[in-house]
């Protein structure tokens, strides 16, 4: 399988456990490993056969900015469902979340989530194997 990657996306949202998060909101930052067949767009040279990645951009923004969740872990499961559902040329997404600034008192930088799903024979999402 060929790799498109979304690396470094940084959104804003209103996610967390902690009420001060839901109300003040903060930076996070996802990045997306889609596995997909280019070849046919790299042959023809047109958009169309290929996964506008601009639109795949503003699809993960909506789901960031949109209704908050609690764990970072729903919210990269949310863009994993989201981008399968949507483009079902893509087998695999793997989708890494990212709070830099977690409301905590201690430094490092940040805490990130990665899974992976893919696309099970029946259709389904389900998590892909390494």
């Known amino acids: 399988m060929d790799r498109m990657r ?4 940084v959104f804003f949202g209103y996610h967390g456990v902690y009420p001060e998060e839901n109300k003040l909101g903060q930076k996070y930052e996802v990045d997306l490993d889609l596995r997909l067949d280019l070849g046919r767009a790299a042959r023809s040279d047109d958009v169309e056969d290929t996964v506008n990645y601009a639109e795949i951009h503003a699809l993960v923004k909506r789901i960031v900015e949109g209704p908050p969740v609690k764990l970072i872990e729903t919210l990269a499961e949310n863009i994993a469902s989201a981008v399968l559902g949507t483009y079902t040329n893509i087998h695999t997404a793997t989708v890494s979340v990212t709070k830099p600034n977690p409301p905590f008192d201690i430094t490092f930088d940040g805490v990130t ?4 799903r893919r696309r099970g024979p029946d259709g389904s999402i389900v998590p892909a194997e390494d």
């Open 6 to 9: 979304l690396k470094r996306m």
């Open 113 to 116: 989530v990665e899974l992976s």
